[in-house]
């Protein structure tokens, strides 16, 4: 067969095989597009599971009219410019891929109203060359992602889309990680038309108040609260202590720099401190907020952006499992202390 360029519709299905695994994926990088925009106030509707349609509407800043149609674009990000923003992430998006893989495998519409713009307008993809069509349309002041029959065009990827209750919990564990990563933003989920969470946002750091609406009052009153800074690393967490072990890792949430992932080196870290002082078997449960200058890490490791790389993963490792051994065994500790803040 002779060499061809892909049509883009092919093209961005082929990416969207790395982004969107599953309807919660869809879900985080909607959520994370929306905290980029400064969202305060999110609302997310999913029925049956995501597998029908996936809806989020926000109050953040909005895409300009004249900007929808790159929005939808692969390769199109208004988060970096150059090489070097890379070294220096702050946003939790910048590929630029996430709307353009998404709406390949979806029937995908995007409604947007910036403060400063009188009128709403809509966008979505037609055909093979994803030609994007724009029409007026009624909207306050933000963006509505409207996501409907996902992977209707792929059906080897739908196959593997497992039962409604299955995929909407994945959207909860989605949803729950950017409470935590986020407690002043309002977060509202909704399934088939009915309410399941409602976290309204508390102040910037009020960790303990969101911790206590995600995971639970008893958690937060029985955990050991660290807070450490060393040589520009930084960690603020709760560790769950022996009441608190599960048989499950359903209560294990990790953050570097204000992004939820489940980053090996840091569970290898945490889990090693817990066994050497409670020797334990079982799975145990915390809320870990780890900081690094931006510099010391790349996300860009993995499209779905499920995993970090430290430049000095020694020193991360070390710091991390000494600060969690000390709080557990404070009897043995020079730093650690269990009031709460
Ligand atoms: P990335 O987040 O990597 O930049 P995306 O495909 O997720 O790529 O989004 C493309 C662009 O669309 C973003 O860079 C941003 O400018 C804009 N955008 C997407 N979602 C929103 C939103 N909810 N509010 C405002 N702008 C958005
Ligand atoms: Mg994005």
Redesign the pocket.
Known sequence: MAIQLLPPRLANQIAAGEVVERPASVVK?LL???L??G?TKIELDIEKGGHKRIRLR?N????VKDELEL?LSRH????IATLNDLDRILSL????????SISSVSRLVLT?KPVAQEQAWQACCEGREMSVVVSPAAHPDG?T?DVADLFYNTPARRKFLRTEKTEFQHIEDVVKRIALSHPHVTCVLRHNGKPVKRFPGVSQDNYPQRIAAVVGQRFIDNAVYIAIEHQGMKIQAWLGNENAMRSSTDCQFSFVNGRGMRDKLILHAIRQAYESVLGVLEQPSFVFYFDIDPYEVDVNVHPAKHEVRFQQSRLVHDFICKAVCDALAPEHSDFAEKARP
């Open positions: 990088e994370e597009n929306s980029d925009a969202a926000d953040g800043a909005g895409i929005a199109a990000t208004s988060k998006g910048f590929r630029g891929e996430a709307l353009a947007s963006t992602i």
